[in-house]
């Protein structure tokens, strides 16, 4: 069982940067693949981006490549979204997500198992 708690969120001016933080419970959290989605207003849930237990592997939405980057340190159980030159279009819900996936990356939701209660990110035109 994984818990997982996002962070991070907040309001922003288009063109500026966030980090978003997941953290998450339990001792085997370098054995989960890990992905942040999110969901605006009105629409499905989108993945955003994703990364292999080891972090070797990572992919990204075409929207947000080039702008966002993932990361994890497995020593803190903590993903990474570092997302930089915002748009108004990246205003959603981002929610963390894991599951346990060996060598690989998953970019569909119903792939993943657990998932985190979501932060709200809102950028200013």
């Known amino acids: 069982q994984v818990q997982l708690v996002e962070s991070g969120g907040g309001l922003v001016q288009a063109g500026g940067s966030l980090r978003l933080s997941c953290a998450a419970s339990?001792?085997?959290?370098?054995?989960?693949?890990m992905g942040w989605f999110r969901q605006a207003p009105g629409k499905e849930r989108e993945f955003v981006a994703t990364?292999?237990?080891?972090?070797?592997?990572?992919r990204y939405a075409n929207s947000v490549k080039g702008r966002f980057t993932i990361s994890r340190d497995n020593a803190k159980n903590t993903v990474y979204l570092q997302m930089n030159s915002l748009k108004p279009e990246d205003t959603a819900v981002y929610y963390c997500a894991a599951f346990k996936g060996g060598l690989r990356v998953g970019v569909h939701s119903y792939e993943y198992d657990y998932w985190g209660q979501g932060t709200q990110v809102t950028v200013s035109s």
């Open positions: 339990g001792r085997t959290f370098s054995s989960y693949v």
């Open positions: 990364i292999s237990w080891s972090g070797g592997s990572t």
